[in-house]
């Protein structure tokens, strides 16, 4: 029942995401609301909203982590480095491109992983994370070009800001390593969060978001609800039932979910090629997990 339990916490959580870049989407293409606008919003309230829950049901206070100097700094880095940048890149993307494209490309995060600890380490990857990376290269290079090496399907920008949006889901991955071993993840998500909002603020002064209607206002509430504070809950959730390898996996649900209602709200387009490179790059989430069991 637990696993059970685990799964529909990750797969849920993982649709919320989806169905929230889709939500971007038409937020970009229908309303005054700029990519710039909307990440300050939601990492604030976001943030906010998650340092509320945290004080409200833990015995320790939210300025414990400001506490220890090493944690301070880390944090700081976590918000710079990777929270703002993988929230302004993939809405971006999204803006320069579409919900589809934006979330498969951030999912090259992982092979950016493999490079760098490759690096780090100073020694070759194995096979099988060799064998992700030519499979990622091959899927991005299909999902931009659609099979025609003189041409992009995507624009120029949409391909840079979802690149940056990978580097920076890997950054966001890594930086907060120690800091979640001895903080609650509401804690150091919602501090970064908050943090990285800062640098944000002025542009919910200048970008002009006057008289949106109902159901503009609605989907800005669904980005920062559904796809940021209740996405979060239910995906650290799972890891509590299930192993983060398997997490990961099923976080494959975000960009499939991405692409389906892209496809069939926003009248997205995606040709066969561009179809088999997307679900080459959400392939490499498997054959991670497959050699994480093997270990």
């Known amino acids: ?17 989806g169905t929230a870049g889709t939500v971007a989407e038409y937020i970009f293409t229908r309303t005054p609301v700029s990519p710039l606008w909307l990440v300050a919003l939601r990492l604030l309230m976001a943030g906010l909203l998650l340092l509320v829950w945290y004080q409200l049901t833990s015995k320790q206070s939210i300025l414990a982590i400001w506490r220890n100097r090493s944690a301070t700094q880390a944090l700081l880095l976590f918000a ?27 999912f090259l995060g992982p092979m950016f992983i493999v490079i760098f600890l490759a690096l780090k380490r100073r020694h070759w990857p194995s096979v099988i994370e060799t064998s992700t990376v030519l499979i990622a290269l091959i899927g991005t290079v299909l999902l931009v070009t659609d099979g025609r090496f003189n041409h992009l399907s995507l624009a ?28 609650d993840g509401r804690l150091v998500v919602g501090w970064a969060m908050f943090i990285g909002s800062i640098p944000m603020l002025p542009f919910l002064f200048v970008t002009p978001v006057h008289h949106l209607s109902v159901p503009g206002l609605a989907a800005i509430g669904f980005v920062i609800i559904f796809g940021t504070m209740l996405s979060y809950l239910f995906y650290i959730s799972s890891t509590k039932y299930i192993q983060p390898a398997i997490t990961g996996m099923l976080s494959s649900f975000e960009p499939l979910t991405a692409t ?3 496809t069939a709200f926003l009248n997205t ?5 561009q179809i088999v490179g997307g679900l080459l790059i959400i392939s490499t989430a498997f054959v991670n997990f497959f050699k994480k069991e093997q270990q």
């Open 1 to 17: 029942m637990n696993v059970k339990k685990g799964f529909a916490y990750a797969i849920i959580g993982s649709i919320f995401w």
């Open 80 to 106: 710079a480095l990777g929270m703002l940048p993988s929230q302004l890149a993939y809405f971006m993307a999204i803006r320069y491109g579409n919900a589809a494209t934006a979330t498969v490309l951030q």
């Open 156 to 183: 120029p920008l949409a391909l840079i800001w979802g690149l940056i949006a990978a580097l920076a889901q890997a950054a966001y991955t890594l930086l907060p390593g120690g800091l979640v071993k001895d903080y």
């Open 260 to 262: 389906l209602l892209s």
């Open 269 to 273: 387009h995606l040709m066969a090629l």
